[in-house]
Every structure is written in structure tokens, then in C-alpha cells.
């Protein structure tokens, strides 16, 4: 029976006598992603630029000592089947060393924490964790809640995080391929065609193609943008369907131009209010997050962070407020975190520092936004109806 020793000797031992060989295209593609990765950490200032070269070479080394371990087990089959512990220890400690190349260091769940805070978005653990592991593995973000929770703002901060560009797409109900993918420009075609006297098929080209958000995310350049796509709930299901095919393979066939590749894999959010049920196909692709409304201990650390020279204690009455009116089963519309921004923004610049019944019932329109709410809360006794202050 082999042992470690053997396989490393098997393995190893003709490393030092190998002859640098041309890259195979997959070996290329990962040295392509290993320099963009490397980009983006030197230009966001995670890595010295005099570190690149070391990583650079280790990952030479480690595509050259991946081709030397393919070659020993497609040609030692049999002492596969008589030492496959070590060689899958081997090959984990392989693949384990290759995942931390690329995102040890980059992210962590207390970093973006701390990165969301500090762009007054007050994320919690469990916000940090999705956001991480939609980082690590690369897969949209998807983000329920109510409205007004901060799903949306979930991608903007990210994409200041990441110092990129944000991308949106705004659903809507009759959305289709043309207007998020892309369109052609047919007024400037036909003006080539008459101008230069030029076949039909000459007009089909990039600088005709009128780009949409999808293809925009698509062509992008390094850095790899945030691609928001906002309420898709709203879109039909056959948007949704057409837009696995994009999630899935990065890549987009057009008929009259080819197939077109992303040149880097952006960064997705998807959000959704739940107005109707997403599919399980697009759920599978996506990592899942959702968000309900603030304590009143988290509302408060929003309130002090977006509203400026709120007092602390303004600000815990105002989040003890919208937490009474939010657990109210009648509301048409429960407030949301703006709302009651909005609502201490008014109270800080009026120079209020006290909520009472008269406060709340001059400045309801800032907290209500249904006639509904509006009349019953009058109607009912002002403070009374959630229980005082």
C-alpha cells in the first residue's frame, strides 16, 4: 500500500524537473481573474501593489502543480483506490488554498459591518452574513421585506463599498427583453445604410446597439458593477424566465450580432415586495435575505446616524412611536424607516425634543400616507389610539 510519502514523491518529485509548459486556456482565464481580483484589491486599497507580483507567481505555481497532480491520478488509478485518504486530503487542502487566493482577506461579515455603518447604513449580522456569502459565491442577493426597509439601499451602499458603478433596473409590469436588454438604434441604421450606401447585414453592429441595463452590466469593464434589480416582483413571469438564463451563464445571445460574454461577473441584488411568489428556479440561484422592520433599539441607531443633531432620546421616542404604530393590525400602510426619518428630520429642524398627541397629529402627514390611516387616527382619540406616549 502507497503511502503519503509516496504520493507526495509521486506527485512532487518531477515538479522540480518539469519544464514550464503553455498555459491551457482555462489556466489563462484564471490568471485573468486572478489579476482583476488583484486590481480591485490594490485600487480599493486592500493589497500593496508591491504584493501583487508574489501572488502573481504563486498562482503560476499552483496552476503547474494542479497539471502535475492531474497527470498522477489519470495515471495511478489503481493507487487511487488503495490511498484515496491522502489524495483527498491533498486535493482538499488543494482547493481550499485556491478559494482563500481569491476572497480570504477580501470580505468578512464583521468588515462589512463596519463598511455599511460607516456609509449610515446600520447592518445588522445577519444583513453582513448574506451580503458576505453572495460575495464569496459569487450569486445574486436576493432581499425581501416590506416596503421601506432598506432593501434597495442594500445595493447602493454595496456599490459604494466597492467603490463601482451601480447598475438599476427598475421592473414593471409589461417589462421585456427590448427594454432591459437592449434595443437597436433603427434611425441611426437607416441613416448609415443611405449615407454610405451599405448592406443591410453592415448595420448590425456594436455602435448600433442601443444598450440596456442587463447588457450595460454585461459589457461592463473592471471594476465589476452592482446590478440592482429593483421590485422584480413587479415584472411578468416570463421576465423572470428569461432572466434565469442571464443569471445562470453571464452571457447573452444576440441574433443579428452573436453571443455576448460578461467580461466580468457583476455583483447582483435582486429585490422583491412580495406581491407575487418568485419562482423556486430563480430562488435556487440566489442567496436569500430578508428584512423585517427595526427594534426600536436598531431604529434608533438609524435615526442618530441619518438624522443630523437628533438628540438620543428624541431619537428613542421616535422609534418607540413607529414601533406602537407599526404593530397596529388596522393600518392600511404600515410606516416604513423613511417615514419616520422623515418624521424626526421635521421634528429636529422644528426644534421639537418631545413627542406628544399634538406633535403627532400636526406632523401625521409625515407618518401616515393613506386617508384611511389618516381619518381612523383622529377619529380614534390621536395618542390613544397607540397607547400614549
Known sequence: MYTVYTYRKLVF???????????????????????????????????????????????????????RVIEALAHGREWLQT???????????LYKWRVSMRVKNHFSPEKIMNEFTSLDYVCDETIAEAVYLALLLKKPLLVE??????????????????????IRLQCYEG????????????????LYIQGKDKAAEDVFAEE???????????????????????????ADEEFEAFLLEVLSDFQVSIPEFGTVKAKTIPYIVITNNDARELTNALKRRCIFLYIDYPTVEKEEKILLHRVPGIDKELAHQVAELMNALRKRTDLVKKPSIAEGIDFAQALTMEGITTVDDKVVDRLLPALLKTKEDITAFRKRGEGKWIGGF
Open 175 to 190: 417589462l421585456d427583453e427590448s427594454k432591459a436588454l437592449y434595443e437597436w438604434n433603427y434611425q441611426k441604421q437607416l
Open 208 to 234: 448600433f446597439l442601443m444598450v440596456r441595463p442587463l447588457l450595460k452590466a454585461i459589457l461592463a469593464e473592471d471594476p465589476a458593477p452592482v446590478l440592482l434589480i429593483d421590485e422584480i416582483d413587479k
Open 83 to 93: 490511498a484515496s485518504r491522502p489524495a483527498r486530503r491533498f486535493r482538499y487542502y
Open 13 to 67: 518529485g518531477g515538479i522540480i524537473q518539469t519544464v514550464n509548459r503553455p498555459m491551457s486556456k482555462d489556466d489563462e482565464l484564471y490568471m485573468e481573474n486572478l489579476k482583476r481580483e488583484l486590481h480591485y484589491d490594490v485600487a480599493s486599497g486592500l493589497l500593496k501593489p508591491l504584493d501583487v507580483y508574489p501572488i502573481l507567481a504563486g498562482g503560476q505555481e499552483y496552476l503547474q502543480l494542479r497539471r
Open 145 to 166: 421585506g416590506e416596503p421601506g426597509v432598506g432593501k434597495t439601499e442594500i445595493a447602493k451602499v454595496l456599490a459604494k463599498m466597492l467603490n463601482t458603478q451601480l
